[in-house]
């Protein structure tokens, strides 16, 4: 059921903002859009069918620490 109101409320915003974009001719807004809302797609498909999704904020985190050399020390 889960899956079915992700695929539903998807295909809804889809209709809604892919026509416009369209018809302006907007293709690299189109590209972009495109990709994010398939990976968000995806993310929510995962989650509505129990797949451990790890949590993008560790990623950040290590981003900052191991990367930036940034470290965030609670006072």
């Given at each position: 059921?889960?899956?079915?109101m992700?695929?539903?409320?998807f295909?809804?915003?889809?209709?809604?903002?892919?026509?416009?974009?369209?018809?302006?001719?907007?293709?690299?807004?189109?590209?972009?859009?495109?990709?994010?809302?398939?990976?968000?797609?995806?993310?929510?498909?995962?989650?509505?069918?129990?797949?451990?999704?790890?949590?993008?904020?560790?990623?950040?985190?290590a981003?900052?620490?191991?990367?930036?050399?940034?470290?965030?020390?609670?006072?």
């Amino acid at each position: 059921m889960k899956l079915i109101m992700i695929i539903i409320s998807f295909s809804g915003i889809a209709m809604l903002d892919l026509p416009n974009m369209v018809k302006r001719k907007r293709w690299r807004d189109l590209a972009i859009y495109s990709i994010l809302f398939l990976l968000v797609l995806a993310l929510g498909v995962a989650v509505a069918l129990d797949i451990n999704v790890p949590s993008p904020i560790k990623a950040i985190q290590a981003f900052y620490r191991d990367i930036l050399g940034l470290s965030f020390k609670i006072s």
